[in-house]
């Protein structure tokens, strides 16, 4: 049987696809197993500088959970579900380097949260987004109450929660749930180029970033403020700070070594 997700590394980029075309790649405990182990490998080898999330075919990115899988559940299994789920995603979002979607179709459910998940999201003009869950009378568990109110405000992310309505992919764009809108065939040469602009920067520098974003959302302006000054001030005892500062002085390309 084929392996329900690809993992594929070129020159530095990881490229993860979700690969069950057939169920319109949705998630059962063995792929968010896999997601799991893909990230470990993230997270682990220094060789791998950026990721793409994808899903195979040309109609979804991820339909969601596997619904066949949540018929006969109950709750302490629901709750186990939910939160094996969270921790990957997770895991993936504070990996400490740049992922980014390419959502190359519905991404609904447990597709749009491990959509929101990645730090960017480019969507080809095809896609469509959801959170669903209501509509089976659940609701999210892999993070779309936390994360999608978080990305376009508590208003519009209750009324895709509420309705669990789909919204195209110009809709995404309008209200900040993507940051790119591309035809299907420029989907992952466009997400490999905006991953390929953050990896010319420096990766410390880059996880600094994603790191006070990430944290700092969860604290006081203050505190936030404080945060940032540390990484600022952390940076700069990096090669990599001097190697950026002296290139622009000497009006050459930087050579980052990410130490
Ligand atoms: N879980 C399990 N199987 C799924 C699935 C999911 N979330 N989404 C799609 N599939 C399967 C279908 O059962 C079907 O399998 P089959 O051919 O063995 O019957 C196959 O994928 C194709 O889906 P189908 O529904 O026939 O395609 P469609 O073009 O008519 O509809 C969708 C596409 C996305 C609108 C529809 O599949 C759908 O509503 N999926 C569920 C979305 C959802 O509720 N997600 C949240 C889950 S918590």
């Known amino acids: 049987m084929p392996s329900s997700l690809l993992f594929e590394l ?64 109950g709750p302490t299994g629901g709750r186990h579900r939910a939160v094996a789920g969270q921790q990957v995603f997770r895991r993936l979002e504070r990996c400490g380097k740049p992922v980014i979607a390419a959502v190359n179709g519905f991404a609904l459910g447990g597709g749009c949260e491990l ?41 519009r992310a209750l009324e895709l929660l509420l309705t669990g309505e789909m919204i195209d992919a110009q809709e995404a764009l309008r209200i900040g749930l993507v940051n790119r809108v591309v035809s299907p065939e420029r989907l992952l040469p466009e997400a490999e180029g905006l991953l390929r602009v953050i990896l010319a920067n420096g990766p410390l520098a ?12 969860e604290m ?22 001097r190697e950026g500062t002296r290139a622009f002085v000497e009006k050459r390309r930087p050579n980052f070594k990410g130490a």
């Open 10 to 73: 070129t020159d530095g980029v990881a490229r993860i696809t979700v690969n069950r075309p057939d169920k319109l790649n949705a998630l059962n405990a063995i792929v968010i197993s896999e997601i799991g182990d893909a990230v470990t490998r993230i997270e682990t080898d220094a060789a791998i500088r950026g990721v793409i999330v994808t899903g195979a075919g040309t109609k979804a990115f991820v339909a969601g959970a596997d619904i066949s899988e949540l018929t006969d559940q």
């Open 220 to 241: 006081s302006v203050d505190q936030a403020l404080l945060l940032e000054a540390g990484y600022f001030g952390l940076l700069s005892a990096t090669d990599d700070m």
């Open 115 to 155: 959509a929101m998940a990645c730090h960017l999201r480019v969507a080809s003009e095809n896609a469509k987004f959801g959170q669903p869950e209501v509509k089976l009378g659940i609701a999210p568990g892999y993070g779309g109450t936390v994360r999608l109110p978080r990305l376009v405000g508590k208003a």
């Open 206 to 217: 880059v996880r600094a970033c994603l790191e006070a974003v990430d944290i700092g959302l």
